[in-house]
């Protein structure tokens, strides 16, 4: 498998960092091969077989789940994937682990549904709670695009360039009320194997699949250690699935790193860089950055 930190790492380009900072979102294009696309998209069948035989898939056949990693420890090679999690750690830095996601099966639409405007930011009361103007960034997630949505009206991520530096967009005081779409908003396009990098602060919203393909991603968000994780991946870091993983695997499913004597909290608040995997997989590849501070030793 390819699917590893093995190969060649390289901090994001200048030009990706203000493309990124700008629009607040790059597309990856093909960040996974072909063979990738086809390895995960069978895997996420066999979870979405799974989760409707449970009956836990939606009356439209939809499949939202949480905790991409536990349900398919496969997509462990997504977490610390070579085509993008560069991208995470230029931004956020070796202090990091994946703190939500989610798995995503959506078939077409076969029976109108009723309206609903879920335009939104990542991080839930963040945005309720932190008061500056932007918020902080915080956390930033990555779309990994397992089906076609190369036209739109797929079931396409959809975005406002730009909007992660804007506290509020313009919308309905109920969210099934009809309201104008934001000005600006596109369907961003993406070929199987394409990524989606994305700042949490990203105005974005799932769009309807109203072609005749069924529509798959897996979703993966990074945020820094000293903020709490949302995924629950102890019963995984448990399992004979988990030999496997690597150390930087293994931090960033929020394995305990403490070496004796180091306290559990001190190490998710960064105090301990010798025995944090991201920190020393970059120190021996000369990629931490004096002049950026996350990437500070
Ligand atoms: O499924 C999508 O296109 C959007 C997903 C989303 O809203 C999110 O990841 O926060």
């Excluded at 091969?33 to 989760?51: G, H, I, M």
């Excluded at 995503?104 to 932190?130: A, C, M, S, T």
């Excluded at 313009?170 to 309201?179: C, K, V, Y």
């Excluded at 790193?257 to 860089?273: C, E, I, R, T, V």
């Amino acid at each position: 498998m390819t699917t590893s930190t093995t190969r060649t790492a390289r901090a994001m380009t200048t030009e990706q960092r203000a493309r990124f900072e700008r629009d607040g979102y790059l597309v990856v294009p093909a960040a996974l091969t072909d063979d990738e696309v086809e390895r995960y998209s069978r895997a996420l069948d066999r979870v979405y077989a799974q989760e409707r035989a449970a009956g836990r898939v939606g009356a439209d056949g939809s499949m939202h789940r949480l905790g991409a990693v536990a349900a398919l420890p496969e997509a462990v090679h997504l977490t610390d994937h070579p085509s993008t999690f560069p991208l995470v750690w230029s931004v956020l830095g070796w202090n990091v682990h994946v703190y939500h996601s989610h798995l995503d099966v959506h078939p077409p639409i076969r029976v109108p549904k009723p309206y609903r405007f879920e335009w939104h930011q990542d991080g839930g009361r963040q945005n309720r709670e932190l008061e500056t103007e932007p918020r902080p960034r915080l956390s930033v997630k990555v779309a990994f695009w397992l089906s076609d949505v190369s036209v739109p009206g797929r079931g396409n991520f959809k975005v406002v360039p730009g909007s992660h530096l804007s506290n509020r967009i313009d919308g309905p005081p109920r969210r099934d009320i009809r309201w104008p779409e934001p000005p600006g908003a596109v369907e961003v396009t993406a070929e199987p194997g394409d990524a989606v990098f994305f700042d949490r602060r990203l105005w974005h919203t799932r769009t309807g699949n109203h072609s005749e393909l069924t529509r798959k991603g897996v979703f993966i968000a990074y945020s820094h250690r000293w903020s709490h994780n949302r995924d629950e991946n102890s019963a995984l870091l448990a399992s004979p699935a988990a030999v496997a993983f690597t150390p930087v695997q293994r931090q960033l499913l929020g394995a305990p790193l403490a070496a004796p004597g180091q306290s559990a909290g001190d190490h998710q608040w960064g105090h301990y860089p010798d025995t944090t995997p991201l920190h020393g997989y970059l120190a021996a590849r000369g990629l931490l950055d004096p002049h950026h501070p996350p990437l500070r030793p």
